[in-house]
């Protein structure tokens, strides 16, 4: 880090330390203008960053990044992004401009409902209501893009904590759409006077929560991703973009453009394997590392090839079936009491036609439930490979209700 940026640094860290001890907004703001002025957001993001890993809380960096952009919205404002039609950032920005039209066609509604004295008024607000939070939900595309494509890119290089800072605003959005979706599917439960309060609090919220956080990202997020992420690394995220999918408000001449243009050749390239690796499409792994998750799974996996005959069984510590290394080669009618060869058979051609895809059983053993499923394996151009037969107890499985969270999670 330059002397500058060192200097910035720690004048930075005194501004969030002060708003730490309760000094306002506005007692900062002056100050702030001072030490960033002329500095890029890619330095924003790294002295963020550094102010992080030396212990101050992500809370208190978004906190002086909501200062930071009051002070130079107008400013930012002014910045234009040299991106094509269809590239990841515009489609991104794009999304941006909508879900903000979708906020304020919320907000007017709210407004509207403050009007209405009879529930039995508000049938046409609920149905368009209904529309804007089914819009809001289907979003989550958006985020999930951003989440599992753009942000690993930027922590390739070296970009890591703003992109931790926008996925933790992602779950205050989200609770916030949540809340929106309960609040009018259980309109009926609540009183009038009850609704339209929690209406208009929650349509306040979560346009100035989306606002903010869309000016952060299209101001200083993706500029920066701009800066540091090349080219040919863009074509890899449009692709992986094109995978996820997109909102269902999400225009069309946006997404349309290089579906047909991207070729094999634009692909990204693959890390270099070290020997001993096996490389997949979607990472590599050791033979030891593949056959350890393979017997880690809670489920009993039999392979069996296109010929018919058993090729392969993982060896968890409690199979529900027993497999032992004989049956490897062994025509998979043979596994079967005669009395059930002719179903095995019809389930094997329904798979090697393409008629059927999947087949499912459940039995009682005891007092488990067993569910026992059979997949057709296929490669990329749909060729049978071969049906892949899957077990597992649901007896525990069953029992679960309610909720437990990762958070609830206790060593």
Known sequence: MSEMAENNKKMLKELVMKLHAGASPSEVK???????????????????????????????????CDIHLAVFREQLEKQKLDISLGHPISILMEEHKIMLQLAEKLGTISSNVQQVNDPRYLGDEIHNLEHIAEDFMDAEKHYLREENVLFPFLEKHGITEPPRIMWMEHNQIRDRKKQLRSLIENYNALGLPDFKRQLDENSRAL?????????????????????????EEWKGIRKEFDEIGYCCFTPQRLTAISKTKETEKQKIEAAPVSEGMLQFETGNLSKEEVEAFLNTLPVD?????????????????????????????????????????????????????GE?????????IENSLIHIRYFAVRDKNGKYLGTMEVTQDLTGIKKIEGEKRLLDWKA
Request: with cysteine.
């Open 207 to 231: 346009n100035n929560i989306l606002s903010g956080h869309f000016f952060k990202e299209n101001n200083i997020l993706f500029p920066t991703a701009l800066r540091v992420i090349a080219d």
């Open 30 to 64: 002056e100050r702030l203008k001072q030490v960033l002025e002329g500095v890029t957001p890619l330095e924003i993001s790294k002295i963020e960053q550094e102010l992080i890993r030396e212990g101050l809380p992500r809370e208190e960096i978004q906190r002086l």
């Open 356 to 364: 059927k895809d999947v087949a499912e059983f459940w039995i009682r």
């Open 301 to 353: 996996i039999t392979f069996v090839d296109e010929e018919d005959a058993v090729r392969y069984f993982n060896k968890g510590e409690d199979r529900i079936f027993v497999r032992t290394k004989a049956v490897l080669g062994r025509k998979v009618q043979r596994c079967h009491p005669q009395k059930s060869v002719h179903v095995v058979n019809r389930i094997l051609e329904s798979f090697k036609t």
